[in-house]
Structures are given as structure tokens and as C-alpha cells.
């Protein structure tokens, strides 16, 4: 039989019957590769005919559900960014820069796993020898704790098949492959083909299936779209390399929300949950700098406090340059026009970055007006006072919005010693407001920077 072959973008997903040196959905370069559909006959270790059951249309009602079974991982960050566990039978994807640590997080999520379950970790990156090694260096061992160096995929699948395991961790899914196809592994083609057979495997033995995937230089997982369609979960591994801090975040989860995020530390011995992600944040907090900002933002279900840094100097010559690093650029740019316009500050001759420590990325309107008081304060060159912290979305008037969760954040600052709020004016309910702690509620950015800079030590 002839092989049907069509091309796919590896950055989109688009497929098509013919190859354009330029996406036409996307718009990238030299993204199509051709795209071989396997062999109709099933190969080994995908579904046969004879395993394929008929689906008859049910009326809703009539649908059985029952809880979904979830497997704790032992570590609560990231049972929390799953949803409460692992759901049995569920396609994970964990992706991330290489070095990030993904390896590492899945082997230690192993150790408490194998209490309940038998685990295959399946490796095509390490040598037994170096698993065995990490696993070491992690503290991990167990009886049900198997492992195996293969990138064949059909052989990987009878491997699984004899051993029977509960949890299969694949790592990585840019190293497997299938050999009836022609494309190297890491290919668009092999990608999809080999995430597609791992999915129905886990759907039809129940089987819950980690792979790993590597993000490209530009933070998309190679051939993206076409393996987060596929998977129940989207796990991104992020941080940066030089900074000790790392971020899980869901970026789809059938099995709960996408807001939650995870905050861990990498050691010496393994990565650590930081279960108080705002004091870690803070911590090495200058007291007295200028361009200092402590801005609280939501992420999930919880606040965390964050630092936004801001220099603002001369621009030599030519245009002012602008960087932002953990917050959004365009929304940096609107910012620094608001406070020329609304404020006054001449920042059209200035050079501007913004950073977020501790790695962060933040991307919620609440802390427009933190960037606004970090940017202020480095052009005046004036330290905000101690204590304080703000939050609020600023308009193109220069009004301060309402933002969600505002007593959530106050009550962080207050768990945390702050002694001043500012934020825009809106209702925060029924809350104790401890003795010493001063909510300055202001309609617009210039009165916040006003309250800001006059706020009481
Ligand atoms: P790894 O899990 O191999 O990354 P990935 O699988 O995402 O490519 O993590 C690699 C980095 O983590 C490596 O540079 C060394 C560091 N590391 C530690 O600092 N401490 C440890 O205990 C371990 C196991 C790794
Ligand atoms: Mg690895």
C-alpha cells in the first residue's frame, strides 16, 4: 500500500497535502516536515482490530462515573498542580529546557510512588548506571522501582507489557522511536506517532504515562501543538538555569485547574518544595534601593509576594532602550507611556528594565501598579518607603482598576510584616486589619505614587 505523506508545521501543528517554505497559519520559516502516516497494517505494540471496541452514542444521564483514582506523588507541590495526584490511566506531559531538572523531579516523585505502585522509568537520555547514580544522590530506592535504557518504542511497549507496571515515565519523547518509520527520532513525525501510541497504551491498560519533552530556544515544546492536543495534562518546567528557584505550571490539566503552580528549590540533594514561596521571593530584599517594588500576585489558588526591580537611566543616544525580563513587554511599554502622560515622569528619554527576582514570570494586571511605583521610584531615585506594597490594574487613563482577590493579598502582606497597602479603591469585605497595618486606597497612579513616597515608616 501506498504511504499517505503530508507536511506538518513543527511549530503549529498545521497540516497540509503540499510544502511551504513558510507556514501559512503560523507564518514561521522552514517549520513543514514531511509527515509519514504509518503503515495501516498495526504494528507492534499499537491497537490491533480485533482490541477495538464499537462505540454506540449514550445518552448523558446514562454515563457511569465514578471518582477518578489518583496516585499521590509525595510531593505536594506537584500533586497540587496535577489536581490532587496523578488520575490513574492519565498522559502526562512534563516539559522544559534541558538541565531544568525534569529528570530529577520524576525519579524523586518515584520514591513515594513505588509505595503504592509499580513504576517503569524509562530512560533513552542516561545509562542505567547514571540513573542508578541520581537515584543514589536522591535517596531513592525500592523493590518496585524498575528502570530501563531503551529508545525503541515497540520494544519499550513489550518490555511494559511483561512487567505490567502501574506508572511508566518515559524521558524523553524527543529520544524514542518507532522503526517502521523512516524519520530520526525527535522528528515531527516521530513525535506524534510515538505520543499517540503511548496515549492509547495508557487509555486501554489504565496505565498513567509521564513523558518528558524538551522545550526548543524559543520555549515552545518541539513539534508543541501537536503533542499538547494529544495529552490530558501539560506540565512546564520553568526557571531559569542560574537561579536556584524553578516553577511548575499546568498549562492544560483535564484533571483540574491551570492556575496552580508548584515553586521549588534545586539542591544538592534534589529539588526541594518551597511551601512559602513569598519569603523565599523576598528574601535578600534591599531595604533602602531605589526601584524597588513588592507587588502580590495570585497564582492558583495562592498569593505570593514577588519582587519588581526597575532601572530607569539617560539614554546615551538613539532610542531609549527597553527590557523586561518576567513581565510582559508591551504591557511594560503601555505602563512607561501612562506615567509620561498621566504622571509627568519624562521617561521618553530614558532607558528602562524591568526584572522580576527570584526568576518569576508574572502575567496578571495586578501588578501594573507595583511596575508603576519600581519605575517611579528609580527615576526619582528614591526608595519607597519600608513596608510597603501595592497592587491594582492601571487604565489608560492613569485610573487604578479593582483586581480579584484582594483580601487574599492583603492578608499575605500581612502574614509577611508588610505595614502598608496601596491598591485601588474597591471593597475587600468583612477583614481584620491588624493594628499598624495602613490600606491607602487611591483613585488614580499619581496618587499612588504620591501615597506611596509619603507613606509613613
Ligand atoms: P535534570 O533533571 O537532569 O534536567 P532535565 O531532565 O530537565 O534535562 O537536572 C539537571 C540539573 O540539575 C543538572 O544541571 C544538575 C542539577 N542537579 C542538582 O543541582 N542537584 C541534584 O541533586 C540533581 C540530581 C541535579
Ligand atoms: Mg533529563
Not at 414 to 424: A, E, K, V
Request: proline residues 4%; neutral net charge.
Amino acid at each position: 500500500m501506498k504511504q499517505k505523506s503530508s507536511f506538518l508545521c513543527s511549530e503549529c501543528g498545521y497540516e497540509s497535502a503540499k510544502w511551504y517554505g513558510k507556514c501559512p497559519s503560523c507564518g514561521a520559516w522552514n517549520t513543514m516536515e514531511e509527515f509519514r502516516e504509518a503503515k495501516q497494517t498495526a504494528p507492534r505494540g499499537t491497537l490491533a482490530k480485533s482490541d477495538r471496541r464499537r462505540n454506540k452514542p449514550l445518552q448523558i444521564d446514562a454515563i457511569e462515573t465514578q471518582e477518578e483514582v489518583r496516585l499521590h506523588t509525595g510531593i505536594s507541590e506537584l500533586d497540587r498542580v496535577l489536581g490532587g495526584g496523578a488520575v490513574k490511566g492519565s498522559f502526562v506531559l512534563v516539559g522544559g529546557e534541558p538541565g531544568i531538572g525534569k529528570s530529577t523531579l520524576l525519579l524523586q516523585m518515584c520514591q513515594e510512588m513505588c509505595r503504592q505502585a509499580k513504576v517503569l522509568y524509562v530512560s533513552g537520555e542516561e545509562s542505567l548506571r547514571q540513573i542508578r547514580l541520581r537515584a543514589d544522590r536522591l535517596h531513592i530506592s525500592s523493590p518496585e522501582l524498575f528502570v530501563l535504557a531503551e529508545t525503541d518504542l515497540e520494544e519499550m511497549i513489550e518490555e511494559t507489557d511483561l512487567l505490567q507496571p502501574d506508572v511508566l515515565i518515559v524521558d524523553s519523547i524527543q529520544t524514542v522511536y518507532k522503526s517502521d518509520l523512516s524519520s530520526a527520532p525527535g522528528n515531527t513525525t516521530q513525535i506524534k506517532e510515538c505520543a499517540m501510541t503511548l496515549m492509547q497504551y495508557a487509555k486501554r491498560r489504565g496505565v498513567t504515562i509521564f513523558i518528558v519533552g524538551h522545550v526548543n530556544k524559543e520555549g515552545t515544546l518541539a513539534g508543541p501543538k501537536i503533542l499538547e492536543h494529544m495529552v490530558d495534562c501539560v506540565l512546564y518546567f520553568e526557571g531559569e538555569k542560574q537561579i536556584s528557584f524553578r516553577c511548575l505550571r499546568a498549562a492544560k490539566n483535564r484533571f483540574g485547574s491551570t492556575n496552580e503552580i508548584g515553586v521549588f528549590e534545586m539542591s544538592d540533594c534534589g529539588l526541594i518544595e518551597v511551601p512559602n514561596p513569598s519569603a523565599a521571593m523576598l528574601s535578600g530584599h534591599p531595604m533602602d534601593a531605589s526601584g524597588n517594588c513588592i507587588a502580590c500576585t495570585i497564582e492558583g489558588s495562592r498569593p505570593i509576594l514577588a519582587e519588581i526591580q526597575a532601572l530607569v537611566t539617560k539614554t546615551a543616544y538613539g532610542t531609549p532602550r527597553r527590557m523586561s525580563a518576567g513581565v510582559d513587554y508591551n504591557r511594560m511599554v503601555l505602563l512607561l507611556a501612562i506615567l509620561e502622560k498621566r504622571v509627568g515622569l519624562y521617561l521618553s528619554a530614558s532607558d528602562a528594565y524591568i526584572n522580576v527576582i527570584g526568576g518569576m514570570r508574572l502575567d496578571e494586571p495586578a501588578i501594573d501598579l507595583p511596575i508603576a511605583l519600581a519605575v517611579a521610584s528609580s527615576y526619582r531615585d528614591q526608595p519607597l518607603p519600608e513596608g510597603v506594597m501595592a497592587f491594582g490594574e492601571v487604565g489608560l487613563t492613569g485610573e487604578l482598576r479593582a483586581v480579584t482577590a484582594a483580601a487574599q493579598r492583603i492578608h499575605e502582606a500581612i502574614r509577611l510584616g508588610f505595614s502598608t497597602c496601596i491598591m485601588p479603591q474597591q471593597d475587600i469585605g468583612r477583614m481584620k486589619i491588624p493594628e499598624g497595618f495602613h490600606i491607602i486606597q487611591t483613585r488614580n497612579i499619581a496618587q499612588a505614587i504620591g501615597a506611596a513616597f509619603g507613606a509613613k515608616q
